[in-house]
């Protein structure tokens, strides 16, 4: 007789081990099925996020962050380093412990919540009415029951027509956390996200890094002026952006690529790297889960059809993460999971797409929630903005990173919080001060009058909060 439970998750990443965990701690009998192995085969669950992302990346940003500091930020402070030297193979060894930690906790995590964990790939078998069977294809093979699924089968990278990865040359995020030496030269096509962390990464390390982006402004999602000045910060570390290209063959050689475009000019170019990272953004993942079998709905880019509650359109599957619309982060699967398992037991789960923050973990870190000024300026909003430079923050100036600002903007009439932006020093850590005072439909000026600790980055936020009504103290 097949295994039965309330809930099967499929798909064990950040939106999926969540929400097992959320099912379970509500009282219902949970299975997470995930596929990913580690090098020897045995279960890595995570996702994406744990095993070639998030997790990783922030490891080799770290590591590579020391190395640049005491290579270039040490003298000033009166430390001198002689002999610094880089060993790359420890750096990505250390990465993949950090990997390793993770993929255990969640294990241990399935346990301590009494999941029932399914190393292996998961497909419907049928899903009606009356209830889900699937099968699981894993170092055995058997079929389990359940009254509800919950699909969270992330994304895979996107790769340029024509040009399949092979993770030796030409890299996807997979391969660009695993160079086992630092290329001379390095090509990324795709200036989002991915491109500018795993850039960054290399450059620090010592590779003359080359970014080729198709649109001809950087950074379009993020607020113009925090995206200008990350532009010119960037540039002044060395990291090459080349805006409105036009990609046209990549030739993969035995040693090199060599990847020819036409230049924002309309110029015809050529330029040969050691590696190329393409990071052009990622597609749903599908495969394998027998969808057109039980005729679950996709829309026209692939991804899993939902509603505003995350159902899809058969009785009892849900569907959250990278495989539904919305932005593809982390914290955004993990709130539609635990929200989907509060739906599934009658609560009223719910997730504000308003109040999810961006990070982008570059140096300095680009953080913001809400609307951007041309958003506003398109939507017919009239509001109020305040900046406020880290150049004028006293804990800033005893860190040695006076990079960058924090800005508000708020209702012109009613003050309420509509957008926050920041670029400088730990902006991934500021930023949640924001995203509370926008859950909580703060005003600027309710966030001015906030007693903030001194010395503090985050007085730079309140200062900006002040800059809003034109009266910092500080600036
Ligand atoms: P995933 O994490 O992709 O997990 C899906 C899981 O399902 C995988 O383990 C997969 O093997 C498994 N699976 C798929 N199909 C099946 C099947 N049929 N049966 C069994 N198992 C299956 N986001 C952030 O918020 N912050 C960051 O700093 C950040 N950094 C990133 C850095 C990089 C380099 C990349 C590539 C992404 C990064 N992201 C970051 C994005 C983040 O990783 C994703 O948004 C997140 O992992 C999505 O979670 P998910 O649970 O939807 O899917
Ligand atoms: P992205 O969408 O962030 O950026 C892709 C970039 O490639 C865009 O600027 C796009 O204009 C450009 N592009 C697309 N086609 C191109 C072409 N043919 N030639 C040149 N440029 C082209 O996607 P990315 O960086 O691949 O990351 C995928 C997703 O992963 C992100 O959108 C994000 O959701 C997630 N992620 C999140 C991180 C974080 O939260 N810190 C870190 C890394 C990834």
């Not at 390793?100 to 419907?124: C, E």
């Not at 997979?174 to 290399?202: D, Y």
Request: aromatic share 6%; net charge neutral; charged share 20%.
């Amino acid at each position: 007789m097949s295994k039965n439970f309330d809930v099967v998750v499929i798909g064990g990443g950040p939106g999926g081990y969540i929400a097992a965990i959320r099912a379970a701690q509500l009282g219902f009998s949970t299975a997470c099925i995930d596929e990913w192995k580690n090098e020897k085969g045995g279960p890595a669950p995570g996702g994406t996020c744990t095993n070639v992302g998030c997790i990783p990346s922030k490891a080799l940003l770290q590591s590579s962050e020391h190395y640049e500091h005491a290579g270039h930020a040490f003298a000033e402070h009166g430390i001198e380093v002689k002999g610094l030297g880089l060993n790359l193979g420890r750096m990505l060894g250390r990465k993949d412990t950090v990997v390793k930690q993770n993929n255990d906790g969640i294990l241990y995590l399935f346990k301590k919540n009494k999941v029932t964990f399914f190393h292996g790939r998961g497909s419907f078998v049928k899903a009606d009415a009356n209830g889900c069977e699937i099968k699981v294809a894993g170092a055995a093979e058997e079929n389990i029951t359940a009254r509800h699924i919950v699909i969270a089968t992330g994304s895979n990278p996107r790769a340029l027509p024509g040009v399949a990865f092979d993770e030796k040359l030409i890299l996807s995020n997979t391969g660009a956390l695993a160079i086992e030496a630092v290329p001379k030269k390095l090509g990324v096509i795709g200036a989002g996200v991915i491109g500018l962390e795993m850039g960054s990464v290399w450059r620090r390390l010592g590779a003359e890094v080359t970014v080729l982006e198709a649109l001809p402004a950087f950074l379009g999602a993020v607020d113009e002026q925090i995206a200008k000045e990350a532009q010119k910060l960037f540039a002044k570390q060395g990291l090459a952006v080349d805006l409105g290209v036009k990609i046209g063959a990549v030739t993969p050689g035995k040693k090199d690529v060599t990847v020819e475009y036409v230049d924002n000019k309309g110029n015809a170019q050529k330029a040969v790297f050691d590696k190329l990272i393409v990071s052009i953004g990622r597609v749903p993942n599908t495969i394998g889960l027998n969808a057109e079998g039980v005729g679950l709905k996709l829309d026209e880019r692939g991804f899993i059809a939902v509603d505003g509650d995350c159902k899809t359109n058969l009785p009892n599957v849900w569907a959250i993460g990278d495989v539904v619309r919305g932005p593809m982060l982390a914290h955004k699967a993990e709130e539609e999971g635990v929200a989907v398992a509060e739906r599934i037991a009658g609560q009223h789960g719910h997730v504000n797409f308003n109040t999810i923050p961006w990070v982008i973990y570059t140096s300095p870190e680009i953080a913001w929630v809400g609307k951007t000024e041309q958003q506003l300026k398109a939507d017919g909003v009239a509001y109020k903005a305040g900046t406020f430079p880290f150049l004028a923050n006293g804990r800033a100036r005893a860190l040695g990173d006076t990079s960058g600002m924090v800005k508000f903007l708020a209702d012109a009439k009613t003050d309420e919080v509509l957008g926050v932006h920041i670029v400088g020093p730990m902006a991934s850590e500021l930023i949640s001060e924001a995203v509370v005072a926008m859950e909580f439909r703060a005003s600027s000026e309710d966030i001015a009058r906030i007693c903030h600790a001194h010395p503090s980055l985050s007085e730079a936020t309140k200062e900006a909060a002040l800059a809003v009504d034109k009266r910092s103290l500080n600036f």
